[in-house]
């Protein structure tokens, strides 16, 4: 028979209001196997934990029951001060008479009868509890970042720092992200390249660094401190060691039609590219979509040009395996595509473009030099028009997206100001349905375009685009004036919401991490734990958690390394003890389990096993790796023959419970 | 008719929830209407909302609406406000005991040449 102490808090007037704290310590004090009861104030508090832990030595008490808040509150606070008083952790309960009972109920004697129910279900629990021990596990050290934008960056220079290894799997040939499209940055208007490179060039000479560029991860498998990842290299058909970059074969290869994805399709280039001057690794790669010698054989330009001989066209799909103690996302965004949006003619005129193509052709690197031009006609385009909001904030019944981009306010006003700095007499107009501007210096910078660059800003959205010979005809409301306004435009830039990578979802499925409803992953705690995803070992950094600028994205890139230095320092990881096993004499291997269990920690063996009639036989049994299971319980719940059970959470246990809440 | 009251019928019949709007000013953005009307698309939703739906009623903006739908294809919140002024011409139809029909006259009425569409509308005419 178990001593039990009930110990009952009244978190100030929280329990106390509503519960009657006394009554439901007296009532549970007459349960069997309760040897002592207590009520008090504030359990959590050194003094609470200190009456919880003298009752301990005092009645020599072997399970405690502490009905206060949810367990996700302070189950540990207290399974903690019991171990130090000496009794197993999973020893002690938590019936929640808070969120489940005196936040839900007014009347206080219905509320003093469900907490009185509550306490007496963990009691019936404690007496079938045994103690149970964490098993531990080793961590590698080295971490895995995927994808390779600023996030990407910011997190795996400083876990090298740390002096851990670190690999960068990036789908594109090169790294760099967004940042190494966009020109200048709000709100201090610093070449985006001039930040952006020097950190590049800083990955590539970093000894603990290794880069994976146009590759993906194929395969994950383990778990916290100890995954396996298996990484395809796709085939560029170029020699990565060989090649120097020198770019010679990106000039010579007859296939000059090939969209070039870096500018957005604003121009074109060779079959086999580089994307930019600056790209890490400074490496050639070849389309085999275009390239003329992997579709008709015949050709081969390149592999004669090349001094190095680094032309492989035989080049296959390779993969590496590594293991890993953490992972890290930092996939990024991409703006939404806006074929649906046809109020705007963006299909329908090249001169109706969207923010990253401007900043293409703003950037000096970009298709034109630098110099604003129009797409149609190359033309210098006279006035013209931003739309902001474009697919953001609707009512997700349309195609567009429910939240606020929250980037696009800022990237807007630094286009129209740039665009007034360096042709004044240009005329610019910008649309908006709010200006939402918080962040250190924001308000001003837009101020600033406003005031001394002379944006019009209206109060209103456009309602229409049409197309007419050379001008684009913009219908639109302004709200304030109270007015139709139709503007004849030369450009028209929309500020399209942005979205998460399209590889998003099927990578969250390979590693069991969650994502909201719109793809962003989802953190731990939205406020607490912001850069950690709820599945451990796995952590998030950047867009892929959410809309953000270079500035926060910097900022969580950091904080996101700092988790998984504060992961990798560790030797020796404990386990959830609260995990699966099987009856191995009741199990009849039928895969059930296999099935649902999703973490993949569940195995099958053939076993020897002696039968009734002395006979030996080899029978198919499951087996658990406890280091892998984390305690969800899915498979005792599928298993047909009752041969899965969970520590801490048996079938008998859970029964228990309930017979005492129905008694 | 009291003025809560012809709100929520207004609200009932469109089917619109003006809550919804943003006041971003897309559907007089792209309302073809816009120089004829009086009141215009967006001030129909934030106008029933605020119950100044006499206004409304008494204003010619009513039949300058064209019921081409821009505003209710184009709203980035599903507004619908077309269908929101739709309803207040029906509502000043029924005001004004405009009724073509009474429920009793209909059996006299039936005729195998006449097309029941036509009874169907002049029902959706009818208040009570
Ligand atoms: C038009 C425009 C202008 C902007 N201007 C500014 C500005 O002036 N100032 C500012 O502060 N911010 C600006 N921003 C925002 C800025 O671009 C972002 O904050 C920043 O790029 C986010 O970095 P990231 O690393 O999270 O994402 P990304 O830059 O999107 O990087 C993600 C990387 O991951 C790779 N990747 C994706 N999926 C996978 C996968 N499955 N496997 C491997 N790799 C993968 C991608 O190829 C990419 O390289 C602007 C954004 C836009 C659209
Ligand atoms: S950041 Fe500004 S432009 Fe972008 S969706 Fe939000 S409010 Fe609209
Ligand atoms: S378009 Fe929709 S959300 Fe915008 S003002 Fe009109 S009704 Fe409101």
Redesign the interface.
């Known amino acids: 028979m178990q001593r039990i102490g009930v110990f009952v808090c009244w978190c100030g007037s929280n329990i106390a209001a509503t519960v009657d704290v006394k009554a439901v310590a007296e009532a549970l004090g007459k349960e069997p196997g309760v040897v002592y009861f207590e009520d008090y104030q504030y359990m959590c508090s050194e003094e609470g934990q200190t009456k919880l832990q003298n009752a301990i030595r005092d009645y020599k008490l072997t399970g405690a029951v502490v009905c206060s808040c949810s367990p996700r509150m302070h189950e540990a606070t207290f399974r903690k001060a019991a171990a130090k008083a000496g009794v197993n952790s999973f020893m002690v309960e938590i019936a929640n008479i808070r969120e489940q009972c005196s936040w839900i109920h007014k009347n206080k004697e219905e509320a003093t009868e469900k907490a009185i129910i509550l306490g007496r279900a963990a009691i019936a629990k404690v007496h079938l509890n045994a103690p149970l021990t964490a098993g531990e596990s080793p961590v590698t050290k080295r971490a895995l970042v995927i994808g390779g934008g600023i996030a990407g960056i910011q997190t795996a220079l400083d876990i090298a720092d740390a002096g851990f290894e670190v690999d960068i799997v990036e789908k594109k040939p090169t790294i760099g992200g967004k940042m190494s499209q966009i020109d200048k940055t709000f709100p201090t208007l610093d070449c985006a390249a001039c930040i952006l490179t020097p950190k590049m060039v800083e990955v590539a000479q970093n000894e603990k660094i290794r880069i994976f560029s146009y590759s993906e991860v194929d395969k994950v498998q383990g778990f916290v401190g100890n995954f396996s990842v298996s990484i395809r290299r796709k085939a560029r058909f170029v020699d990565e060691v060989k090649c120097t970059g020198c770019g010679l074969c990106t000039e010579k290869c007859p296939q000059k039609k090939v969209p070039n994805e870096f500018n957005l399709g604003l121009d074109q280039r060779r079959a086999i590219y580089i994307p930019f001057a600056q790209a890490v690794p400074k490496v050639a790669t070849i389309d085999p979509d275009y390239c003329t010698m992997l579709k008709t054989g015949k050709c081969g330009v390149c592999s004669k040009i090349c001094t190095a001989g680094a032309i492989d066209y035989k080049q296959k799909d390779s993969f590496i395996e590594e293991k890993y103690g953490a992972i890290v996302v930092a996939t990024g965004f991409n703006p939404i595509e806006l074929n649906k949006y046809d109020e705007f003619a963006y299909s329908q005129s090249p001169d109706v473009i969207t923010s990253l193509e401007f900043e293409r052709i703003t950037n000096a690197a970009g298709p034109t030099g630098g110099t604003l031009l129009r797409p149609s006609d190359g033309e210098h385009p006279k006035k013209i028009v931003f739309v902001q909001c474009v697919g953001s904030r609707e009512d997700g019944s349309g195609c567009g997206k429910t939240y606020c981009s929250k980037i696009c306010c800022m990237y807007t006003a630094k286009h129209a100001m740039l665009t007034r700095e360096k042709y004044p007499d240009t005329e610019v107009y910008v649309f908006y349905i709010d200006v939402r501007t918080p962040g250190k210096s924001f308000d001003e910078f837009y101020r600033r375009a406003v005031e001394e660059y002379g944006v019009h800003y209206i109060k209103g959205m456009v309602g229409k685009v049409i197309p007419q010979g050379k001008k684009l005809m913009v219908r639109a409301s302004d709200l304030i004036d109270r007015k139709q306004l139709l503007i004849d435009a030369d450009l028209v830039v929309l500020a399209a919401a942005i979205e998460p990578d399209k590889s998003a979802r099927p990578l969250a499925t390979m590693l069991t991490a969650s994502m909201d409803t719109n793809d962003f992953f989802t953190e731990a705690h939205p406020k607490l734990r912001p850069v950690e995803s709820p599945t451990a070992g796995i952590f998030l950094s950047g867009c892929c958690q959410g809309p953000k600028d270079i500035p926060e994205t910097v900022s969580q890139a950091s904080a996101c390394a700092a988790k998984v230095i504060g992961l990798l320092c560790r030797d020796k990881l404990t386990g959830n003890p609260c995990v699966a096993h099987s009856d191995e004499l009741m199990c009849n291997g039928c895969s059930t389990c296999e099935k649902v269990c999703p973490y993949g920690a569940i195995t099958y063996q053939d076993k020897e096993f002696r039968m009734p009639d002395r006979t030996m036989r080899t029978r198919r049994v499951a087996s658990v790796n406890p280091a892998v299971c984390q305690g969800c319980g899915a498979c005792t719940v599928a298993c047909p023959s009752g041969a899965m059970d969970l520590h801490g959470f048996s079938n008998s246990q859970i029964m228990a419970e309930v017979d005492a809440i129905c008694k | 008719m009291e003025q809560n009251n012809l709100k929520e019928t207004l609200l009932r019949i469109s089917g619109v929830n003006p809550r ?1 709007c ?10 073809p209407s ?2 004829e009307m009086e009141y ?1 698309p ?1 001030e129909f939703v934030s106008m029933v909302e605020n119950g100044e739906t006499e206004k409304l009623m008494a204003s010619p903006s009513l039949y300058r609406c064209l019921t081409c739908f ?1 505003c209710v ?2 709203c ?3 507004v619908q406000p077309a269908k929101l002024i739709e309803a207040v011409r029906l509502a000043v139809i029924r005001q004004q005991g405009m009724n073509h029909l009474k429920p009793d006259q209909l059996p006299d009425m039936l005729d195998e040449d006449m097309p029941q569409q036509a009874l169907v509308s002049a029902m959706r005419k009818f208040a009570k």
């Not at chain 2, 943003?22 to 007089?28: H, L």
């Open positions: 919804k943003m006041k971003c000013g897309k559907c007089s953005g792209t309302c816009y120089d215009h967006h821009a294809e184009r980035p919140r599903g």
